[in-house]
């Protein structure tokens, strides 16, 4: 399999990523739909042939901060760990990246 070209979109892996509306500060709640929107629309995916990602509130703590899915089905670690590794990829990498693309984007986003 050719892993430089994109996959089919149901294969493709999406990461789910909720932002809490308290790293906005202390009016974060009444702008975290906005912000959502705005990262959404500015987030690199560098890895854009076999991952996407959609950025949605996290109203709610006992919802995990970041999920994998593909085709709309929830993924384990162990399965994240075995997708990622077929594009030589690694869950720490991926994670670590998208946390400071976010942080980034808060900052941009705060201070325009």
């Known amino acids: ?13 999406t990461l789910v990523y909720r932002v809490e509306p308290g ?15 705005f990262a959404q629309s500015n987030i690199s995916t560098a890895n854009h042939n076999f991952l996407s990602m959609e ?26 760990v075995k997708y990622l ?8 990498s991926i994670e670590d990246d998208f946390h400071e693309e976010i942080a980034n984007l808060i900052e941009k986003y705060t201070t325009s």
């Open 85 to 92: 590794s077929i594009f030589k990829q690694d869950i720490s």
């Open 1 to 13: 399999m050719d892993h430089t070209q994109p996959i089919s979109e149901k294969n493709l892996l």
């Open 55 to 80: 950025i949605i509130p996290r109203y709610d703590k006992s919802i995990s901060e970041l999920q994998y899915q593909v085709n709309n089905k929830t993924l384990s670690q162990d399965q994240v």
């Open 23 to 37: 790293c906005l500060g202390p009016e974060g709640i009444s702008q975290i739909e906005d912000f959502c929107q």
